[in-house]
């Protein structure tokens, strides 16, 4: 125990994981000193945490022209020049000046061309010279080429004065199907403020990560064979995690140069298991000038000991010496109740004990308000009991006779069952 408390969290490394004998951490235990158990509870991983970043991105103001006649088109005050993927935008005439923009009836607002993976803007904020005080209604539309034009709906910008400050509403709220511009019309141009900058906003989704999942790097071994166990395809690598890990992503660590990898992820739990697909991903490692560019990890979401690379047979075959698995694996954490006498230990490796955890509700009724004031504690190095290794042994040999036991119950009852026959055909009288 790091950190004393009431309640103390233990994280269990990749070594509990392999330690323990039932794949759902069925097995494992708690006691004191004194070999007394010790409540405990698994505490699974959390998972991130959602968040939103805003995102903002300077949009350039160009005041419109006399209004039109009804019925009339409204000139645009810029001009669209495409080039290729490129597209120009420049105005028609001079800079706006502040003047013209007060004279103008409305604004046009270049939000500037979006990337393919830019999240769309929800809104746009205004900044303005003057009036200090106002209340000015409008209407606006957007387009994404200046031709043609879809109504985006209606709005007020106001700044009022406050004992506690002044109040401003500086947001024009933007459809979800806004374009690149937006032609914002006042209804009274008399009384409308005179822009000078604008900002479009967007929300950009993210998520805050609770627990780490824990980096592991495994060397290539050799394929164990089991009962219903394949022969490794040609060019394929074995991976043995240790244990059954929880994974959620992982990836190739490639030699230096440029190399290709298809491949097919394959796992299973115990050697008698037969091979499940996984994945099926590319593997790369790309050399240009000096740097080095590598695929992104694989995400995952299994569990598995054993893993198997098998890159395809038109690729170069791996080099086993020189490539190493990096996996993320999210491994759960133990709270227990700090009673009884310390230090504590941790018991795995039972094939057959019953589920020693408390559901955790019942050790942790209210989680949320007693996460912050857990204690801290790790793990030490394991060791083996020697009573419970020579029971397992004896077990192991009983295991070993037992199907010897019973062929020679079977033969001696064999044996027995045709010595009565022949001792009854024996004593049978003849026929006179």
Do not use: C
């Not at 746009?124 to 000015?136: G, I, K, M």
């Not at 299994?302 to 047979?313: C, E, F, H, K, M």
């Not at 170069?316 to 230090?343: C, E, I, R, Y």
């Amino acid at each position: 125990v790091e950190r004393g408390a009431a309640l103390v969290q233990l994280p269990l490394p990749a070594s509990a994981y392999a330690h323990a004998a039932q794949p759902s951490l069925q097995d494992l235990r708690i006691v004191d000193a004194r070999g007394e158990r010790v409540p405990f509870a698994v505490l699974a991983p959390r998972a991130p945490e959602p968040q939103s970043a805003e995102l903002q991105r300077a949009a350039t103001l160009y005041p419109l022209p006399p209004k039109p006649a009804a019925g009339g088109v409204w000139p645009s005050p810029v001009e669209i020049q495409v080039q290729g993927d490129r597209v120009s935008v420049t105005s028609r005439g001079k800079a706006a000046s502040s003047a013209a923009g007060a004279r103008s009836g409305g604004w046009l607002f270049d939000l500037g061309e979006r990337q393919r993976d830019d999240p769309p803007p929800h809104s746009l904020r205004v900044q303005w010279s003057s009036p200090t005080e106002f209340a000015a209604s409008f209407s606006f539309e957007t387009s994404d080429d200046l031709r043609s034009w879809r109504r985006g709906g209606y709005g007020q910008l106001m700044a009022l004065s406050a004992t506690a400050g002044p109040l401003t509403q500086p947001l024009i709220v933007l459809p979800a199907n806004a374009g690149r511009f937006v032609r914002l019309v006042w209804a009274d141009a008399a009384n409308a403020p005179t822009l000078t900058t604008a900002h479009a906003l967007s929300s950009q989704p993210r998520s805050r990560v609770l627990d780490a999942p824990a980096e592991l790097i495994f060397a290539a071994s050799a394929q164990p064979v089991g009962k219903s166990a394949d022969a490794p395809p040609a060019g394929a690598l074995h991976f043995d995690l240790g244990g059954v890990l929880p994974l959620v992503q992982l990836e190739l660590r490639l030699p230096a140069g440029t190399r290709v990898v298809p491949a097919q992820v394959q796992g299973r739990n115990r050697v008698e298991d037969p091979w499940r697909e996984l994945a099926a991903s590319v593997f790369y490692r790309l050399e240009r000038e000096g740097n080095a560019s590598v695929s992104p990890p694989l995400a995952l979401r299994t569990s598995a000991r054993y893993l198997r690379i098998v890159p395809d047979a038109r690729g170069a075959a791996l080099d086993a010496q020189q490539t190493q698995l990096v996996v993320q694996a999210q491994l759960a954490s133990l709270v227990f109740a700090a009673q009884g006498q310390a230090p504590y230990v941790l018991l795995a490796g039972s094939s057959d004990a019953a589920r020693s955890a408390l559901p955790l509700a019942t050790l942790v009724p209210s989680l949320d308000d007693e996460r912050a004031r857990f204690g801290r504690s790790s793990l030490g190095p394991w060791s083996e009991v020697a009573a419970v290794a020579r029971a397992q042994e004896v077990q192991q040999k009983l295991a070993t006779l037992r199907p010897l036991l019973l062929w020679a119950v079977l033969l001696a009852g064999v044996a027995a069952l045709g010595f009565m026959v022949w001792r009854l055909a024996r004593d049978k009288p003849s026929n006179a």
